[in-house]
């Protein structure tokens, strides 16, 4: 689509930034980057954290750029779609040693403890947010640290004015679905997905790059503690219920403009570009 547009192909996927994820995240490949300028893929090295305000935050420095053409944001991090389109409520800054203090409660507590302790500073997201949720109790037990004033009231303050966005979701069939991802895990081993964890482990696992899909569990064969075709099954089985969330959030939470469950080919693109606004264009 960018490369119809005269545009630059944005990258929208919160592992896709992180450099050293390349194989893991399915990052486009030197082909796909020859067709068309990309931007925000492999930003940020394993060891920093990005959040969807600084992914944001690029992603409004990318849009900026004089003469670019036409921006097609690529990827399923939902929050981050959402957080471009609609913006976000102006949030604290957490020092972190506050962060550190998180995490040092969280497992003095317990994944359960924690969640209940969150649940008396902050019951309205408690509420919505499993105990397994780290990264986002994490969150919450900090901004209250820091601030004494729950997540949720930051979260309710007014947003910006959203922008003007033309939207396609490609929603294939699960049995499709299903396959690709086996498929894909397949392509990663074959193309270097064990070689990328090996560099990888020894990093803080609260890390957002250390939750890739397939990294911890190909970790644990590196370690010894489980078999290989174990950790491709393990690999598999998280993708899938990944994508499931994945697709119930899009279907529920994206006001698409075009919807399409068949392979992306160039009938589709037309397809997809045919109610596309003028203003929306290339040169």
């Given amino acids: 689509m960018a490369v119809a547009l005269g545009g630059r192909v944005v990258n929208a996927d919160s592992m896709q930034v992180y450099r050293e994820l390349r194989v893991l995240s399915a990052r486009p490949g030197p082909d796909d980057e020859a067709r068309a300028p990309h931007r925000l893929y492999g930003v940020l090295p394993a060891w ?5 305000a ?14 670019a053409g036409p921006a097609v944001f690529c990827g399923g991090t939902g929050f ?5 389109l609609y913006g976000l409520s102006d949030m604290p800054e957490v020092a972190p040693e506050i962060e550190a203090a998180a995490r040092l409660r969280r497992e003095a507590l317990g994944g359960a403890g924690f969640h209940r302790e969150v649940a ?17 109790l994490l969150r919450a037990w900090a901004v209250f640290e820091a601030t004494g004033t729950p997540l949720t009231d930051w979260q309710a303050r007014p947003r910006p004015e959203p922008l003007e ?10 049995a499709h679905l299903r ?29 957002p790059a250390m939750k890739a899909l397939g990294l911890p569990d190909l970790h644990a064969y590196l370690a010894g503690e489980i078999a290989l075709d174990e950790a491709e099954r393990r690999a598999v089985f998280a993708t899938r219920r990944f994508a499931k969330r994945q697709r119930t959030w899009f279907r529920n939470r994206l006001r698409a403009d075009a919807v399409f469950r068949e392979d992306w080919s160039p009938a589709l693109l037309a397809a997809a570009t045919a109610g596309l606004p003028d203003n929306f264009r290339g040169p």
């Fill in 48 to 52: 920093e954290r990005c959040s969807a």
């Fill in 54 to 67: 600084r992914w944001r935050g690029m992603a409004l420095e990318t849009l900026a750029e004089p003469e």
């Fill in 80 to 84: 981050y779609i959402e957080a471009l």
């Fill in 120 to 136: 008396l500073q902050d019951p309205a997201l408690a509420r919505r947010v499993p105990p397994g949720d780290r990264q986002r």
């Fill in 165 to 174: 966005a033309w939207t396609v979701l490609l929603d294939p069939p699960r």
């Fill in 179 to 207: 396959a690709r991802i086996e498929e894909r895990f397949r392509a990663m081993l074959a193309g270097g997905a064990l070689e990328e964890a090996d560099r990888l482990r020894g990093l803080d696992p609260d890390l």
